[in-house]
């Protein structure tokens, strides 16, 4: 496997600061591509969303389905995904591996956390029982973003909170 495809996710926030700043490199990412229902389906990260953790998930989906596949387009069928962290990995998983739209979303479990701690992503190729596992690398993520993240939602954070959120 190259080396850049095994320091991927581990540079996943640099990558995706990039791709979020830079959208002609985005499309050099290349994207994620499955078979539905006898047809390549392909998601860009410009069409999976504009959050960090779609981003981060689009990035981690790719290399769980890198590492399981290789260069074989994955059947969905024969693919199971799991995940700990609500939000942006549930949402880009829909995109992925499902057609619903806004009404059939999967929700998450009530006492799933949005921390990077509980970021993971596994995956099961069912058809040879081969299970890869895709985590954030520890401190990649800043501490306090999902509690700053809150904040911002509620309209609450300081002068000192709007600017360690923007830096962020």
């Given amino acids: 496997m190259a080396d850049w495809k095994k320091n991927m996710f581990k540079t996943g926030l640099l990558v995706l600061l990039l791709a979020s700043a830079l959208p002609a490199q985005a ?27 779609v981003h981060i998930s689009f990035l981690a989906v790719r290399y769980g389905l890198d590492l399981l596949y290789g260069d074989e387009v994955p059947v969905v069928t024969d693919l199971l995904v799991f995940t700990t962290t609500p939000g942006g990995p549930i949402d880009l998983l829909d995109k992925v591996l499902r057609e619903g739209g806004a009404n059939d979303r999967t929700w998450p479990a009530p006492d799933m956390a949005a921390d990077p701690d509980n970021f993971a992503l596994m995956f099961l190729r069912k058809s040879t029982l081969q299970m890869v596992e895709v985590r954030l690398q520890p401190g990649l993520w800043p501490a306090d973003w999902f509690v700053l993240r809150e904040k911002n939602k509620a309209g609450t954070l300081t002068d000192g909170e709007r600017q360690r959120f923007a830096a962020h």
């Fill in 27 to 53: 499309a050099e990412l290349g994207p994620i591509k499955v078979l539905r229902d006898g047809e390549v389906r392909t998601l860009h990260l410009r069409d999976a969303g504009r959050c960090a953790g």
